[in-house]
């Protein structure tokens, strides 16, 4: 079990909003770390798509956002593109594991 | 540009060793921190271990302690990650990615080491 907490899937038509939440506790986003999040594309490795709870890497399109607050995270996709139908994964550190490194067990956003 | 280059897709026996290799290139490897990363078929990202290749100091999961063992040629940029007593719940992709710290992400994924243990 991880300790980030996601929802298996969303989805969303074209167009729309998507919100992927990641919901952890007092050892990990509770405790001020911040939260990263990654894009994996099918048979592909994943892909830093978030850093330091919201900023974006060099190349990531300004559709993606992130956000925290408390125990919880969240990584929104607006002007939802078929391009953007892939598994996203939450990650933090907590202290309360060895090599203090989690991930949440992922979310499969699917574009009808 | 950095890359992450791993070694080739591995199969092993029950009870044997695998031994995979990422890489680097592009940056000063001594630098930054590489980690390591699985996902087993139709399952989401388990962090492994990581490695300070400067110091070597290294660090892994408590579910895997006693099993793993990372280590470094500094030479040729290179990082290794072996795995012993292999089972097959240890087929996955293997992935290395570079880090900085704890606190910070995993900017740059190598491609990927497909491991088959057959059960």
């Known amino acids: 079990q991880s300790v980030l907490t996601q929802p298996p899937s969303v989805s969303g038509a074209p167009g729309q909003r998507v919100t992927i939440t990641c919901t952890g506790s007092?050892?990990?986003?509770?405790?001020?770390?911040?939260v990263h999040w990654y894009q994996q594309l099918p048979g592909t490795a994943p892909k830093l798509l978030i850093y330091?709870?919201?900023n974006r890497p060099s190349g990531v399109p300004d559709r993606f956002s992130g956000s925290k607050s408390g125990t919880s995270a969240s990584l929104a996709i607006t002007g939802l593109q078929a391009e953007d139908e892939a598994d996203y994964y939450c990650?933090?550190?907590?202290?309360?594991?060895?090599?203090?490194?989690?991930f949440g067990g992922g979310t499969k956003v699917f574009v009808l | 540009q950095v890359q992450l280059v791993q070694s080739g897709a591995e199969v092993r026996k029950p009870g044997a060793s695998v031994k995979l290799s990422c890489k680097a290139s592009?940056?000063?490897?001594?630098?930054?921190?590489i980690n390591w990363v699985r996902q087993a078929p139709g399952q989401g990202l388990e962090w492994m271990a990581w490695?300070?290749?400067?110091?070597?100091?290294?660090g892994n999961a408590q579910k895997l302690q006693g099993r793993v063992t990372m280590t470094r040629n500094t030479s040729i940029s290179t990082a290794y990650l072996e795995l012993t007593s292999l089972r097959s719940e240890d087929t996955a992709v293997y992935y290395c990615?570079?880090?900085?710290?704890?606190?910070?992400?995993?900017?740059?994924w190598g491609q990927g080491t497909q491991v088959t243990v057959p059960s």
């Open positions: 990615a570079r880090g900085q710290g704890w606190l910070q992400p995993f900017e740059y």
């Open positions: 592009g940056y000063t490897f001594n630098n930054y921190d």
């Open positions: 490695m300070n290749p400067k110091s070597g100091n290294t």
């Open positions: 007092s050892s990990n986003l509770g405790a001020g770390y911040a």
């Open positions: 330091g709870n919201n």
């Open positions: 990650q933090s550190y907590d202290y309360m594991l060895s090599g203090s490194r989690a």
